[in-house]
């Protein structure tokens, strides 16, 4: 043989077949949370904060709508908060984490009044812990 083919088949190495990190099943599920995701927006945020708790009471037309926006965005902030292993949630970040949970899950109730409140409720934890984030530097201001 040929001096130069033994010498590099004595340098070849096995090397393993690769596989894929994830499924099929685990793949698509990260697919569906890839296409349904959404930026955030800190300005909508802040819009609707202002519709919660500003002057004016919410329409009975929009409390609906707006308490699932809220929803929504309190549920993305927690997700951001927690997102990074090597960078905890503070423990202000976790306190609004905890009181925002309930309400996340809480029923619609019929009453306007009592809409009108959990929307409330719900902007008050969402604007605590938005505040938190961007004073920690986890998300910027829409300023």
């Known amino acids: 043989m040929n001096s130069a083919v033994t010498a ?19 793949l698509r599920s990260v697919l569906a949370r890839v296409t349904t995701w959404k930026p ?9 904060l202002d519709t919660a708790i500003g002057n ?17 965005y309190l549920k993305q902030l927690s997700d951001i908060a927690v997102a990074d292993p ?17 309400m ?14 959990l929307a409330r409720r719900l902007a008050f934890v969402t604007s605590d812990l938005v505040e938190e984030l961007i004073e920690a530097g986890y998300i ?4």
């Open 86 to 102: 090597t960078c905890p949630p503070t423990k202000e970040m976790v306190r609004h984490i905890e009181r925002g949970r309930p």
């Open 56 to 72: 004016q009471t919410p329409s009975v037309a929009t409390i609906a709508d707006l308490v699932e926006r809220l929803r929504g």
């Open 8 to 26: 590099l088949k004595s340098t070849e190495r096995h090397v393993p077949a690769w596989t894929p990190p994830l499924d099929a099943e685990e």
């Open 104 to 117: 996340r899950d809480e029923r619609l109730p019929a009453d306007r009044r009592q809409a009108v409140g």
């Open 140 to 143: 910027k201001s829409d300023e």
């Open 40 to 48: 955030l927006d800190v300005k909508a945020i802040f819009d609707d």
